[in-house]
């Protein structure tokens, strides 16, 4: 009877922790996120469940390096709400950029603004930045401006999530990448607190940190109302992810699925 008792009284504290504190100065956000890849990530594993199992393990990755954020009073859920390929090759981005070959390196050259605009017509289309916070498109492509040798990892607007225009981004599918790159869409910027030297990550061996710069960044961003569609969760999630909670196993939940 006293089991039953204590578990009963464990899984009360599991279930108000999944609702979260009431605490005012915690900061509490989820962002929905759609994820599109592109025809070679898209054919790259042929079994479905492989490939949800890979993203939500790349995505656990980027939930552990924005966990690192509690202890500054920010709890930043970062959702894999959706999954959607690209099954034809017309309707690939890039297809129209020439190849090149240096030093034994494949890349194509991108004006980013054009790449930028030629996918939010595509998710356009599809209505996709009106459903999700936030809809990023993966590829392996070694990308270049088109003037220069910087290589370009990623690509997204600052502040861009909750808006339609500019909550896309373009990136290489990297835990790391993907969490800069939402990071900025979050608020965050390269140049922080005017340090040079301080990027939107403070490194350090096996850890990674967001530096001081982005987490006030952060703040003030998600206390403005520009962010208020990430304080309410209303897509019909389809990938099926486990999602870290401090509760027991026994208490971890599964991501509501429609497949």
């Known amino acids: ?150 290589v370009i990892h990623g690509i997204a607007h600052k502040e861009g999530s909750c808006n339609s225009e500019y909550n896309i981004g373009i990136m290489r599918p990297f835990p790391e990448t993907i969490a800069f790159e939402i990071g900025l869409l979050l608020g965050a910027t390269r140049n922080l607190l005017k340090i040079p030297e301080e990027d939107i990550y403070s490194y350090v061996p096996d850890y990674l940190k967001f530096s001081r710069g982005s987490v006030q960044q952060f703040k003030t961003f998600l206390r403005s109302p520009e962010s208020d569609c990430l304080r309410t969760t209303d897509v019909n999630d389809t990938v099926v992810c486990w999602k870290k909670t401090p509760c027991p196993n026994f208490c971890t939940r599964f991501q509501s699925s429609t497949h």
Not at 32 to 46: A, G, Q, R, Y
Not at 51 to 69: A, G, H, N, P
Request: with cysteine; aromatic share 8%.
């Open 1 to 150: 009877m006293l089991a039953t008792s204590i578990q009963t009284a464990i899984l009360a504290v599991c279930l108000l922790s999944k609702v979260g504190e009431t605490n005012e100065n915690v900061l509490e956000v989820t962002v929905e996120t759609l994820v599109i890849l592109d025809k070679e990530l898209s054919d790259e594993i042929d079994h479905a469940f492989s490939r949800k199992r890979k993203y939500c393990e790349i995505f656990d990755e980027v939930q552990s390096i924005y966990d690192t954020l509690e202890e500054e009073g920010i709890n930043i859920t970062i959702n894999l709400s959706g999954l959607k390929l690209t099954t034809e090759l017309k309707d690939q981005l890039f297809i129209e950029k020439p190849v090149e070959t240096e030093r034994d390196e494949t890349f194509i050259r991108i004006n980013t603004t054009e790449v930028a605009l030629e996918l939010y017509d595509w998710i356009q289309e599809n209505s996709w930045n009106n459903e999700y916070d936030v809809v990023i498109y993966l590829t392996n492509k070694t990308m270049k401006f088109e003037k220069g040798t910087s």
